[in-house]
């Protein structure tokens, strides 16, 4: 029974499981589902393992019971970004003309419907142009229809199904919002670094050592000796090296922030350092990077179980890390080249990652990504990619 | 087999006196005891998940073992626990009444344990799983799936004496693992919406004021929806602060109107979602 409901919600991309599938079979023998109300509740509870596809659920649960429009996923999508052009329309005519590279005065001439579907077909275009290769969503951030993350409507919260079909609860669709991945909130990066920790016996010795009890008191034949040991505690050293210079990174301050503030207040052992696009001769202390700073060499001394972790885009001309004179500060030329200076780091530091806020799809763009990507296992600065990269830095 | 199956009426989850319930999860906490699965809840910190748990022990009148989930906790500690220290002692003064050539007097259960051996049905709840490793998480659902473990050092298996009904909550955004979530139904409790909402003062409160309840429910979901506020109040927050606006005899229901909000360290625990409510609140107060 309700094959074919399985099946759907497999194709618009919901991970089910059979097992769960057969579970749901269960359910329906032991006549625990009565009535769709039953089956709606009872489905989602089984089938769907988190809120994030609870919309595409209620979408399919409404189109196989009440023919409802099927969730077309590029429509989908094409939706939301229309939606917020408009507002952005709204807000501020001009910048989204601008945007669009085309005259103000000729969007003011059509009518809402018109200029619904000119929105339409320009975000079609888009698609298709920017598979491609053409980067038409900006690289530099300002475009008004960069990658969503803003949710039109407010939360919207069933309560009470009490009065309404399933069909009806589905077709409102209460779970739009947690559908989108949101942007990275200083929550959930701590979630993703709680596991970036080094257990060693630290502090006082009040735990009970079991093993070297029994040990020593068969020793004194019988007569009992207690030994005691430091629990175990988090002495994880981490270097943390952020590009905090050139306007390139400008689009990603907000996350690195989120980044820097979490990784200060959980992290006893850390020490910040920034710099400009690359490293060359010096790391600096100060975010201004003038007045304290600290020689690539320096590092040599430190203990070999840190970890270093780069924050930054890799994104600048090819011959600032190529090139033997590179760096665009004069007195940072010492006639090494920053893409070796790089490489002595990755040898220092046993255990290195660098973290990028361009998304990964973007980074065949930008040459240097590539090479700095040879030196640093690179990880995008999302959820995904910083739980990676926390995998690399804990590998032995 | 059939027979121990079927819900009977009793047994079936309608609430408790506290915890205000909509249809749906009642459902949903229906058919996972009936299915013999773990159900697992998510949601914002605040809406209730917890409270379930308590709730559907106090409503089915069935004894609540929590456990505690603990980020250095290891699957073992929730199973049982063997003294050795103890019987280190009794070996060495003999002056207990346990035998100590039999290991089984040293061996203590935990939590959930407990709840295996205990003689009558119990609701476990599995507080804030997403704390512990995944390997832990994956463990453990090995041992609820089979409902038995294993206790070493005397080789026996502990096989559950009855079917605990099991519930786990997470706070996590991040999703659990596959095989873990494979093994549970799902619920996520979505905030409750305002009318929801006054049901549940109200349930708290029994005998507040009109004015007082619709006041602060309208103020409390404003300084919900305020833009850049990281950790929004949630039920827990709201039921605080109006037990604190009670409690100020200088207050009165209409401040709340004009702009007036105290105590918005009740609601706000972040130093910056706490300047900027009270910003906003400041400027709602000059217009």
Known sequence: MFIEFFYKLKSVGIPVSPTSFLTLQKA???????????????SRTILIKGERYFDLFDQVFAHHFQGAEMPDYEGVEIDDLLRTMLEEWLRDPKELADALGIDEDELNKLSPDELIEYFKERLKEQTERHEGGNKWIGTGGTSPVGHSGYHPEGMRVGGESKNKSAVKVAMERRY???????PLTQAMVGEALKRLRNMVPSGPKDQVDVDETIYQTMRNAGEIEILFESSLRDKLKIVLAIDNGGWSMDPHVEVVQTLFDY???????????????????????????????????????????????????????????????GSVYVSDRSGNPSISRLRYL???????????????????????????????????????????????LMAK | MNKINKINKDEQFKGAKKYVLDEELAQIVNISMALEMPLLLKGEPGTGKTMLAHSIAESLKMPLIVLNVKSSMKLIDALYQYDTLTRLNDSRFGDSNRDVSNIEDYIKMSK?????????????????IDKADTDFQDDMLDVLDQ???????????????????????????????????????????????????????????????????ENAIDTFYVLRDLDRIEKKPATRELINW????????????????????????????????YEAASNNVQRRRMF
């Open chain 1, 28 to 42: 329906l023998h032991k006549n625990l589902i009565n009535s769709v109300d039953d089956f709606y509740t009872s």
């Open chain 1, 176 to 182: 739009k919002d947690y559908s989108h991945e949101g």
């Open chain 1, 263 to 325: 990784a200060r207040s959980q992290f006893k052992e850390i020490k910040t350092y920034f710099f400009h696009n690359t490293v060359y001769d010096r790391l600096w202390e100060d975010p201004a990077r003038r007045v304290k700073a600290k020689r690539v060499e320096e590092f040599a001394g430190n203990d070999p179980e840190t970890r270093l972790i780069f924050v930054g885009d890799a994104s600048m001309a090819p011959y600032e890390l190529m090139g033997v004179d």
């Open chain 1, 346 to 392: 990755s040898e220092i530091f046993s255990h290195s990652v660098w973290l990028n806020p361009v998304a990964e799809g973007m980074w065949h763009y930008t040459r240097t990504i590539g090479e700095i990507a040879d030196i640093f296992p690179m990880f995008e600065l999302s959820l995904d990619g910083l739980d990676k990269a926390i995998t690399h």
């Open chain 2, 112 to 128: 959930i344990g407990q709840a295996f051996t205990a003689d009558k049905r119990t609701v476990l709840l599995i507080d804030e």
């Open chain 2, 147 to 213: 409902m038995e473990f294993d206790i070493f050092e005397i080789d026996k298996t502990i096989p559950a004496k009855q079917r605990p009904v099991i519930i786990i909550t997470s706070n996590a955004k991040k999703d659990l693992s596959d095989p873990f979530l494979g093994r549970c139904n799902f619920h996520h409790i979505a905030f409750p919406d305002p009318k929801m909402m006054r049901k549940i003062i109200k349930v708290h409160f029994k005998d507040i004021s009109t004015d007082l309840l």
């Open chain 2, 242 to 273: 109006i037990r604190a606006l009670q409690a100020d005899p200088d207050f009165k229901p209409k401040k709340l109107i004009k702009g007036d909000v105290p105590f918005l360290g009740v609601l706000f625990k972040k130093s910056r979602d």
